[in-house]
């Protein structure tokens, strides 16, 4: 399940208003800043406080460790605290890969926008142009139901249950559940209303894309992504975790249940989540390929724009893959998308005010409802404190 952003918007908030206390995040004239300036490290009094900041939240929190990587028109910075593995207390190191999850949508997204650019497919094609004609008859629907609606989320069709594909790969870590398990549960369960009518987040409708990107495209999904998203971005840490093991250093998506038994879901197959969560990155990587969406490297700046319209339906908040929110306190904009995979979350964010991108991983965020709480009271407790001086 990938749905927790008030978890991490909170560490969001936290760390943006910290950055704008020091004076850290700089308005830029342009949108495009330049490419030499962002390499270099921050003023070490910024960096200072910055890592003292996250060492105190990972302390304050409970959380085992978190990764973090921001990119100011002047500077870049990545970095770590806690550990990387609650059971072996492997600290956490900048550079580690973790899985992304729902920011995966987001390169979905992009490889449909470039074939709507290659002429190869439009978004208000129907499915059923490009969908097998038996896949079809089972998506109610399936005949009105446009690409468009796939990505925005208002195709009314269901979404699975990840959490039971979840328990049944940990009761048998070496089977892999396929993608078409997930996509059955979904069309079983649907629809919901008719197309366009409301919105919903349904994890169904992006492997959906996958199928359709695999006709239009002429080659599969994955192989597209590769060749026309990570190749030209240059996110070379980023790839499609297609095996039960993460290569390399990385995070330990892991938390312990209410009997207080560690459950390790790092290294379980996510297959069943092709093209909605089934990538592994760095936060380097990530904020290389947002940045590189945002300049036009990718795709064209209209094909972002129409990214960037929030539907009717979500409240304005989710367009294409991608989603704009105001968060306030501190009144900051932020764009990108964010990704939960049980033991793990990611926000990935972009700071149209100052031309800043923000991406960060916090591990063992799938615990019990009360732990939960107790991180959200401990964090508002600390937004508190560094807004208003004090923790009432």
Request: proline share 7%; net charge negative; aromatic share 8%.
């Amino acid at each position: 399940m990938k749905r927790t952003p008030r978890i991490g918007i909170a560490v969001a908030i936290l760390l943006l208003a910290c950055l704008a206390a020091a004076g850290c995040l700089q308005a830029s004239s342009s949108a495009s800043a330049d490419a030499a300036a962002r390499t270099h490290a921050p003023p070490a009094k910024n960096a200072t406080e910055l890592q003292r900041l996250i060492e105190n939240e990972v302390n304050a929190t409970g959380v085992p460790g978190l990764q973090i990587g921001i990119s100011t028109p002047q500077w870049t910075w990545n970095s770590a605290a806690g550990n990387a593995s609650e059971a072996t207390g492997e600290p956490a190191t900048p550079g580690m890969r973790f899985l992304i999850a729902s920011v995966s949508k987001t390169f979905a997204s992009v490889a449909v926008q470039k074939l709507a650019e290659e002429g190869r497919l439009s978004l208000n094609d129907t499915i059923d142009r490009w969908l097998p004609a038996d896949l079809v008859e089972r998506v109610p629907n399936g005949h009105r139901i446009t690409v468009r609606q796939l990505l925005d989320h208002t195709s009314g069709i269901a979404d699975y249950d990840e959490s039971a594909i979840n328990q049944q790969e940990i009761q048998y870590p070496d089977t892999p559940v396929p993608y078409q398990a997930g996509l059955e549960v979904g069309l079983a369960a649907s629809p919901l209303y008719p197309p366009g009518a409301n919105y919903t987040y349904s994890n169904v409708n992006y492997i959906l894309l996958t199928l359709i990107v695999d006709k239009s495209a002429g080659v599969p999904y994955e192989d597209y992504v590769t060749r026309a998203i990570l190749v030209p971005a240059g996110l070379n840490e980023t790839f499609f975790q297609q095996t039960n093991h993460i290569p390399g250093p990385h995070m330990k998506a892991a938390f312990r249940d209410e009997n207080g038994t560690l459950r390790d879901f790092t290294d379980l197959y996510v297959q069943f989540d092709r093209g909605a969560g089934d990538l592994v990155s760095t936060t380097a990587d990530l904020n290389r390929f947002h940045r590189a969406l945002r300049e036009g490297k990718l795709i064209s700046s209209a094909s972002l724009a129409a990214m960037e319209n929030g539907t009717p339906q979500s409240g304005g908040r989710y367009g294409l893959g991608y989603g704009t929110e105001r968060i306030t306190p501190p009144g900051v904009t932020v764009q990108g998308h964010t990704g939960g995979y049980p033991g793990s979350f990611t926000c990935w964010y972009y700071l149209p005010e100052t031309d800043t991108y923000v991406t960060f991983n916090l591990n063992n965020l799938r615990a019990s409802p009360p732990v939960e709480e107790k991180i959200i009271a401990i964090r508002a407790a600390v937004l508190a404190y560094l807004k208003y001086g004090s923790a009432g």
